[in-house]
């Protein structure tokens, strides 16, 4: 990979990169990539963490752009956004790809 490329990473890849950089929100993204939309009460019962640091790492993932919410009644269902993780993954595959020729030379 050269220099230039790493100069495109948008600002919205660097953002969803450190969202993802937390335990409880890679375990919702987790949850949700597993079991598909999820009512915020189903995702309370499986996260260690109280109603109001959920309702925090939730927003952080929205705001990043990886997840979506859906009011249902006084609920909200949360989803992947789709496509959101396409540009990190092409990112992650490069370096992956990038680190492997490195190790050969």
């Given at each position: 990979?050269?220099?230039?490329?790493?100069?495109?990473?948008?600002?919205?890849?660097?953002?969803?990169?450190?969202?993802?950089?937390?335990?409880?929100?890679?375990?919702?993204?987790?949850?949700l990539a597993t079991y598909g939309t999820q009512c915020v009460c189903d995702l309370?019962?499986?996260?260690?963490?109280?109603?109001?640091?959920?309702?925090?790492?939730?927003?952080?993932?929205?705001?990043?752009?990886?997840?979506?919410?859906?009011?249902?009644?006084?609920?909200?269902?949360?989803?992947?956004?789709?496509?959101?993780?396409?540009?990190?993954?092409?990112?992650?595959?490069?370096?992956?790809?990038?680190?492997?020729?490195?190790?050969?030379?």
């Amino acid at each position: 990979m050269n220099d230039s490329k790493v100069l495109e990473l948008s600002v919205d890849v660097v953002d969803q990169l450190a969202a993802l950089a937390d335990s409880v929100r890679l375990a919702i993204v987790q949850q949700l990539a597993t079991y598909g939309t999820q009512c915020v009460c189903d995702l309370n019962t499986h996260a260690q963490v109280s109603p109001t640091k959920l309702s925090y790492h939730l927003k952080i993932l929205k705001d990043a752009g990886l997840i979506r919410g859906t009011r249902r009644g006084r609920w909200i269902d949360y989803a992947l956004v789709p496509g959101a993780f396409d540009e990190m993954a092409g990112i992650l595959h490069q370096l992956g790809r990038a680190t492997e020729k490195a190790a050969l030379s």
